[in-house]
């Protein structure tokens, strides 16, 4: 599957946008920069626990990771911001003295109580003494959430939580969850707040709304989606083509000042697990009257965009508006309808003309963009099937059709417009800001590229990345995309305008998904204020979209991390009782310590360097691989190997063959 650094869908596998799936160098010892000693001089940083008393101090400013004693924490644990000095230049990049505790990192912690201790999730700390006169009763191998009794040396721990035995899923995904401080549950005062809310939309709300429900609007999503924020409909004329992308009108429903709206603000974006959703919003909203459900009256926000025959945008509208969708389409039955599946064209026979129209657009729009530069990786992306009782029945490669490009063509386009018309009115807003990369990153790419006898330019347009990975061949392409997926930035949220790097965009925001998003249902907010001559826009929203801007970026970081926690543990769940198998795969990650290798369907373990054959490895961090003299492994390599052992959400492999 190509993978864009656009629009973000978790639900589903079109609407993806990449976030680089580990640093350029992950695993490599942090170097820094050796910096002089300056006595007394105070840095800011976190502290990054060992679980073995002595800790890390990371300065915010980059300048190297300096150690600490556990005679210098003078307090501080795992996880705290802190002002610290440093106090020699020993140990590497030197050693640091906390001075003063800024910010408390964790409150509670998850883990397995053994009895008398309760060994962290998060492992920085290591085992914590539970203090005996906790409320809750647990059980040895009970997964429980514990909170931290600040002070205590050694540190103590009282148990507040048993979630049920280590090994259960359930508990082990609810854990993830508890650690990650997100939230499964709606505030009473929200789900009255909700419940008062219409469940149809009446009369009077369509008043002053432009009436599309004449119109054959189509959603097309997921087989297993539930709540439908986006609709399309493509007309074909003279001149060129029309394309209405209709979004859920969420910010008609959940007001400014609202209970819902602060639980919005407050969980930043919906959480999608194999197993269960934890949504934005109440399911009243995100399935019920925000959802454009089929056949029903659905108010939106819409983007109305005129192309010429080529695919370039010559003008747009953006509209209140209410719909009535035609059809819930699904990915499958869009794919057959645009490949010309008779019985599926029968099926949907007033809907195929208008189907047929949005193919022949969607194919310019991508042919435009690639044109520009943008960026696309190969990269597929796998879906976990889930069976009954927590199984995993299994882990496969997603597949990656058509219709899926076209409806992520849309809302790119869309994205792209509606940011493009506030910037040029110096509109407060949130915009979806993709970076060029880092410079110290591209100097790492490059010194990787040096052996395939490319490179990039050190200030790097996007089409350079574009000409980088299109101009190469398997199995050359594979590592190159690797590494330079790992080289760009990672994109976040901003009230400037400041470009999206990846889509080669000058222009970009979210606007397509205000019921799982928040940015999408801030900056609605701000559209709908505008569009119904609100005064003084600046002054109303300028604070609103910073804060709507770090409070997204925050909790989208969040959701990711959840995210991947439980899919590693789900495939390492999966791969339980495939000891002793044997796979082909792929090296997709090379640190001092050993191999990441990946198998085809997307499953990855570790190679400790210990078990490589011959011994006596060095590592080259700037070519991403390791050596001996006679054998050498780096990214992209295809290798043979045995799946050794499993534990939680780590898979051990042993190397059978070099390939």
Request: hydrophobic share 35%.
């Amino acid at each position: 599957m190509k993978k864009q650094i656009g629009n973000r869908k978790r639900k589903s596998a079109g609407r993806n946008s990449v976030s680089p799936k580990r640093p350029i160098n992950r695993g490599a010892s942090k170097k820094g920069n050796k910096s002089a000693f300056i006595a007394n001089q105070t840095l800011v940083g976190t502290v990054q626990g060992s679980g073995r008393g002595f800790a890390f101090f990371i300065p915010s400013d980059e300048s190297g990771d300096l150690f600490i004693a556990a005679k210098n924490l003078n307090g501080a644990m795992h996880g705290d911001t802190v002002e610290a000095v440093k106090i020699s230049s020993r140990r590497g990049n030197g050693e640091a003295e906390v001075v003063k505790i800024l910010k408390r990192g964790f409150n509670e912690v998850v883990g397995v109580f053994d009895g008398k201790y309760v060994t962290a999730s998060e492992r920085g700390f290591g085992q914590i003494k539970a203090d005996k006169h906790g409320s809750v009763s647990a059980e040895a191998g009970d997964k429980v959430v514990a909170t931290l009794i600040k002070g205590s040396d050694p540190l103590k721990c009282r148990i507040t939580e048993v979630l049920g035995k280590e090994g259960d899923v359930y508990a082990d995904i609810t854990g993830i969850i508890r650690a990650n401080k997100l939230y499964e549950t709606f505030p009473s005062a929200v789900l009255r707040e909700t419940a008062a809310m219409p469940d149809e939309v009446k009369p009077e709300d369509v008043k002053n709304r432009r009436d599309f429900r004449g119109d054959d609007v189509v959603t097309i999503d997921g087989a297993t989606s539930k709540d439908f924020d986006d609709a399309i409909c493509v007309l074909k004329n003279k001149t060129g083509y029309r394309l209405y992308v209709h979004i859920a009108d969420v910010a008609q429903y959940v007001r400014e000042g609202s209970k819902t709206d602060a639980e919005a603000f407050k969980r930043g974006t919906s959480v999608y697990f194999a197993d269960r959703v934890l949504p934005m919003l109440p399911e009243k909203l995100s399935n019920g009257i925000c959802s454009l459900n089929e056949g029903v009256d659905r108010l939106t926000l819409s983007c109305i965009m005129d192309f010429d025959e080529e695919g370039n945008i010559v003008s747009h509208e953006i509209t209140e508006g209410v719909i009535r969708s035609k059809a819930r389409m699904t990915y499958e039955s869009a794919e057959k309808i645009i490949d010309g599946d008779e019985s599926e064209r029968i099926k949907y026979a007033p809907l195929v003309p208008m189907l047929d129209a949005a193919a022949e657009l969607a194919r310019k729009l991508n042919a435009l963009r690639m044109q520009r530069g943008s960026v696309e990786f190969d990269i597929e992306e796998c879906e976990i099937i889930m069976g009954e009782n927590g199984t995993v029945k299994d882990v496969r490669k997603r597949s990656r059709l058509f219709s899926h490009k076209l409806i992520e063509e849309f809302m790119l386009i869309a994205n792209e417009t509606v940011a493009q018309h506030f910037s040029k009115r110096n509109m407060p807003f949130v915009y979806r800001v993709h970076e060029v990369p880092p410079e110290e990153k591209v100097e790492n790419l490059n010194a990787f590229l040096e052996t395939f006898g490319l490179a990039v330019p050190g200030k790097p347009k996007p089409e350079d990345y574009a000409k980088l990975i299109g101009g190469l061949e398997d199995p050359v392409k594979g590592i190159v995309n690797r590494v330079a997926l790992r080289s760009m930035s990672k994109a976040e949220y901003k009230p400037a305008c400041l470009g999206h790097f990846g889509l080669a965009a000058e222009y970009y925001c979210h606007f397509t998904s205000p019921i799982r998003r928040y940015p999408d249902l801030a900056i609605h907010r701000i559209i709908k204020y505008v569009l119904h001559g609100g005064a003084d826009p600046d002054k109303k929203f300028g604070k609103f979209a910073e804060e709507a801007s770090v409070q997204s970026s925050e909790r989208e970081k969040v959701a990711d991390e959840a995210e991947r926690s439980v899919d590693d543990l789900l495939k390492a769940r999966f791969m339980t009782d495939k000891v002793g198998n044997e796979y082909d795969a792929v090296i997709d990650g090379v640190t001092e310590w050993g191999l990441f290798a990946e198998l085809d369907n997307g499953i990855e373990g570790m190679i400790r360097v210990e078990n490589l054959p011959g011994g006596g490895y060095v590592f080259d961090e700037k070519k991403l691989l390791v050596s001996n003299g006679l054998h050498r492994f780096r990214i992209g390599d295809r290798i043979k190997i045995r799946v050794e052992s499993v534990s939680f959400d780590k898979i051990a492999f042993s190397l059978v063959e070099e390939r």
